[in-house]
């Protein structure tokens, strides 16, 4: 029996050690002033993530796997004396107006001290207008500006059926402006990918057989790269 479990040990520490790491590249500029006062007034804070797939954690091998739920990891380990709660509110399929419309009941019922809200690639692979689709995102973020709390915009990754869909690009481009304009956070997806790339990592290595999803790996380094970016933030 002992020689089965240190044979188990052995491979699974074979596994873990053979996991790619990820690419270190810059962390993106946030400014969390919601949070950053909560964590250092010592006060529990919430952060909610909305979103569809993306959020949910399509395509990872477990839910324990998906965004999310690795940042809660990530801050964990690095603002230790922090009380942080990351919550998926995360449904795969849906669009900037379905998420609006639950924005009251899933997330600012939970009083977070931050959203990030992950949208735009359901927008892109269904052909909506991009137009259309910024001024769903305003609606939006005019209802989570009313509140007292800090915003992120998450963009889209870079995957092959996003790639190849007209309008990506754009309802990009109308993310990077609505953050500007409301003076919210981007945490940019795109960007991130493509500075994976140019640190030499191979962007299939990140991504699922789908040709759309992020992979364990993807989802982690990205949890990896928003937790840098928070904890600059809050420090």
């Known amino acids: 029996m002992r020689s089965l479990i240190l044979i188990l040990a052995l491979a699974w520490a074979g596994v873990a050690a053979a ?3 990820c690419p270190a590249v810059p962390a993106q500029y946030l400014r969390l002033p919601h949070l950053r006062a909560a964590i250092h007034r010592g006060q529990p804070v919430v952060i909610a993530a909305i979103g569809s797939s993306s ?3 399509a395509m990872a091998h477990d839910i324990g796997d998906s965004y999310p739920a690795m940042l809660q990891d990530e801050l964990g380990d ?23 419309r639950r924005m009251e009941r899933d997330v600012l019922a ?3 001290a931050l959203v990030i809200w992950q949208v735009g690639a359901n927008a892109a692979m269904r052909g ?7 001024a ?6 005019r209802r989570l500006r ?5 915003v992120v915009l998450m963009d889209n990754q870079r995957s092959r059926r996003l790639l190849g869909a007209p309008d990506n690009a754009r309802i990009n481009a109308a993310l990077a ?13 795109d960007g991130l990918m493509r500075a994976w790339t140019r640190a030499g990592a191979a962007p299939a290595s990140f991504l699922a057989a789908d040709g759309m999803h992020m992979n364990d790996r993807g989802y982690a380094c990205t949890a990896a790269a928003l937790a840098d970016s928070i904890v600059a933030a809050v420090r």
């Open 146 to 150: 009313a509140a007292d709390l800090d």
């Open 110 to 112: 939970l009083r977070p």
């Open 177 to 189: 402006h609505l953050a500007r304009r409301y003076r919210v956070g981007l945490f940019s997806r």
């Open 19 to 21: 996991a790619p790491a």
């Open 128 to 134: 909506e207008s991009p137009d259309r689709f910024a």
């Open 78 to 100: 690095r603002l230790p004396d922090a009380e942080i709660s990351v919550i998926n509110r995360g449904i795969s399929g849906e669009d900037a107006l379905r998420e609006d």
């Open 136 to 141: 769903l995102v305003e609606q939006g973020l």
């Open 55 to 57: 959020t949910w954690g």
